[in-house]
């Protein structure tokens, strides 16, 4: 019997050893999609203790904390934070066999070289152990970063963001690159018309523009994309139901423009042609620019309306979604495609039942002028867990090119989440060995060290051609 976590982890075989610490290991981590803090990254924030830097914003823990009948205080509410993590230690034996205790145990191990397990007896030790070591300046923000190898992370951020901390961390010269992503995905939600006017005043500010017309939102939005570029910017994405890919035409869309803006009420036909619009508009402004562009479907957001009241969104009311993504999607990158503005797209799906479509979308528009142009991307938010990672990385390998995989991200907003790399480094791994020893692949250490090696590496620098230090 093996050691819970030990060494060997994951790794099953004598070759997935040798391909996970001869090739994987010690490859750096570039994330290029999260949610961290780019103040905290720039200012190189030091946590009060282990609650602050490992329970704030984790909507993973939260849910898994009210699903064992712990009380809202105790995630999101007015309780300290050792009473907070006490909650949370007791609810970690619950969660074996949810990617939530690996995670845990892999986080304290790596970051903080705890192996005991953590439960309510364990959780003071622990707590106040970690709790001292993120107290010091070798446990700051970038320092955690280090630890973790990590060498670039690209942030998320709103068109309205004046990206301060980018542009600080740019002149900085830091060794690890924090690079911006457009996401504007609230440009374009004009479901709630009393928020999108709101936003379009916000917008008017930031961009120096007076914005009375569709034309005008085009410019000032335009002026932010621009913005964007100039400060690092090379990739947009975009969370979504589905992809938008309804006909319309100048007229129509400025007419659903001018509606919003008089205050009119607007179907939810006319709400998808706009947004149609608009996705239109965003792929092209990239193409442009060369950008990168990716796309999340699929998750079905907010669904409890009393907690998204009281909460807020992003706080772990949010599941799969079952959406009809195959015909919309076609459209939408053929539109592209066919006026030859189609740039480089990675497609990441929520319900594991849309990976054969994904991973034979991208084939469809694949035309050999870049490796990999169009990317099904990594298993994401409820399928980065051991089998959501295995079936991507399969349905990828039977209808694509697992070789040409840009690989993990975390899409964390925790900076302790970075072993979910090691995590999927360890899977790839033990999958290629395990071929390998049954002769479905061939023995040859060079050839799959450098698959292994493009994949959690090489894949990705070239891909979005990162401009690295050292």
Request: aromatic share 12%.
């Amino acid at each position: 019997m093996k050691a819970f976590l030990d060494d060997n982890f994951l790794l099953s075989t004598a070759t997935a050893q040798k391909l996970y610490y001869q090739f994987a290991a010690s490859m750096p981590i570039i994330d290029y999609h999260c949610h961290l803090s780019p103040q905290d990254i720039c200012e190189d924030r030091i946590f009060n203790n282990l609650t602050e830097a490992w329970l704030y914003g984790d909507h993973y823990k939260w849910r898994a904390m009210r699903t064992n009948g712990v009380d809202e205080s105790y995630c999101t509410g007015q309780r300290t934070d050792f009473e907070k993590f006490e909650k949370w230690a007791e609810t970690v034996p619950y969660t074996l066999r949810n990617p939530l205790y690996h995670w845990t145990h892999l986080e304290l191990q790596r970051y903080f070289g705890v192996k005991e397990l953590l439960n309510p007896a364990s959780a003071k030790r622990i707590y106040d152990h970690c709790s001292a070591l993120l107290n010091t300046p070798e446990y700051s923000v970038r320092n955690l970063l280090r630890k973790m190898n990590v060498q670039l992370v690209c942030t998320t951020d709103d068109p309205l963001d004046n990206l301060e901390y980018h542009v600080r961390m740019r002149k900085e010269k830091a060794d690890i690159q924090m690079i911006p992503a457009f996401r504007p995905d609230k440009a374009m939600e004009i479901s709630n018309p009393a928020s999108f006017r709101a936003y379009i005043s916000q917008l008017s500010i930031v961009s120096g523009t007076e914005i009375n017309h569709f034309n005008a939102y085009l410019q000032a939005l335009k002026r932010r994309h621009d913005y964007f570029h100039e400060n690092g910017c090379r990739l947009s994405d975009h969370g979504l139901e589905e992809i938008y890919a309804e006909d319309h035409d100048e007229k129509m869309v400025t007419d659903i423009f001018e509606k919003v803006l008089n205050g009119d009420s607007i179907s939810l036909n006319e709400t998808r042609k706009f947004k149609s619009a608009m996705l239109l508009h965003f792929a092209e402004w990239d193409h442009e620019k060369g950008w990168v562009q990716q796309f999340h479907l699929g998750a079905l957001r907010n669904n409890n309306s009393r907690m998204m009241q009281q909460l807020g969104a992003d706080t772990g009311w949010d599941s799969i979604g079952v959406f009809d993504h195959g015909r919309s999607l076609s459209r939408f990158l053929d539109k592209l495609d066919t006026s030859n503005k189609l740039t480089k797209t990675i497609l990441y799906n929520l319900n594991p039942s849309d990976n054969e479509v994904m991973a034979t979308m991208i084939g469809n528009f694949n035309d050999g002028s870049v490796a990999g142009k169009i990317q099904f991307g990594s298993a994401w938010w409820f399928l980065d867990q051991k089998d959501g990672m295995i079936r991507q990385i399969n349905a990828l390998s039977n209808m694509g090119l697992l070789s040409r995989f840009v690989g993990m991200l975390t899409d964390s907003r925790s900076f302790l989440s970075f072993p979910r790399h090691e995590y999927f480094r360890r899977i790839l791994c033990d999958m290629l060995g395990k071929e390998v020893e049954d002769g479905e692949l061939p023995a040859d250490m060079e050839l799959l060290g450098k698959m292994v090696q493009d994949i959690c590496y090489q894949n990705n620098v070239d891909y979005f051609g990162w401009k690295l230090e050292g």
